[in-house]
């Protein structure tokens, strides 16, 4: 059984610029969460997707977005970067309808530096 | 809303000795409680998980946790613990709100272990 993977591992971009982070779900799983980690701090909700829609969302802006493709597999997109969207975006999938509360399984995380 | 609080961010204990790390939260709803595992650069790793019923769950790694609903506490202990153990652990709560829509996990800041030889 493969776990959840992210792409890349790291990722060093220019503040203004637009960033795609991907995700994999881990085989059978219909839903992915994404979460903002800042250093030291503990993992921020972005957002949730289900049936390719969006289904929950954190505080954060607009310019953060989000896709779930057929295949269970998700992008996290942001645009205008900030030196703030400097964190550990970390991933997770899990088997469930809307709501909860369902066991998530988190990948490694890519961590973003915006300079 | 909800929110949790780790009350220790640093926790430095001798290697076999016991350990409990706190974990409060705070919710409207009633919740489901959840704590979680990060060893260094990798992601989070489910410990044990609180949903319904005993009030004493056990987790993998020899941890338990013992929830408290009159007091809202959900803390985690070991009854001895090893130079494996030094890692981030996090409390985290999820809202049972009825009807569709989630918010996702509600995260406390994370308590450093610190495993002393």
């Known amino acids: 059984e493969t776990g959840v993977t992210q792409s890349p591992t790291h990722l060093i971009k220019t503040r203004g610029q637009q960033v795609t982070l991907r995700c994999s779900s881990q085989?059978?799983?219909?839903?992915v969460s994404w979460y903002q980690q800042a250093l030291g701090q503990g993992p921020q909700f972005i957002f949730q997707?289900?049936?390719?829609?969006?289904?929950g969302r954190g505080n954060f802006p607009p310019r953060f977005s989000g896709l779930q493709f057929p295949n269970y597999s998700s992008e996290l997109n942001v645009n205008a970067l900030e030196l703030d969207d400097s964190a550990l975006y970390l991933c997770?999938?899990?088997?469930?309808?809307?709501?909860?509360?369902?066991?998530?399984?988190f990948g490694p995380g890519t961590r973003l530096t915006v300079t | 809303a909800q929110s949790v609080t780790q009350l220790d961010s640093q926790v430095p204990v001798f290697e076999e000795a016991p350990v409990e790390l706190r974990c409060n939260y705070s919710?409207?709803?009633?919740?489901?409680l959840f704590w979680y595992v990060q060893y260094p650069n990798q992601g989070l790793q489910l410990l044990l998980k609180?949903?319904?019923?005993?009030?004493l769950v056990k987790g993998i790694n020899g941890f338990e946790a013992e929830f408290n609903k009159s007091q809202t506490s959900f803390h985690l202990r070991k009854p001895s613990v090893h130079i494996s153990d030094t890692a981030e652990y996090f409390c985290?709560?999820?809202?049972?709100?009825?009807?569709?829509?989630?918010?996702?996990?509600?995260f406390g800041k994370g308590t450093h272990l610190i495993i002393q030889p």
């Open positions: 919710s409207s709803v009633s919740v489901y």
């Open positions: 609180y949903l319904s019923g005993s009030t």
């Open positions: 997707y289900y049936r390719e829609e969006e289904n």
């Open positions: 997770a999938s899990s088997i469930s309808g809307t709501g909860g509360p369902y066991e998530q399984y």
């Open positions: 085989s059978g799983h219909n839903t």
């Open positions: 985290a709560v999820w809202a049972m709100y009825s009807g569709g829509g989630a918010d996702g996990l509600t």
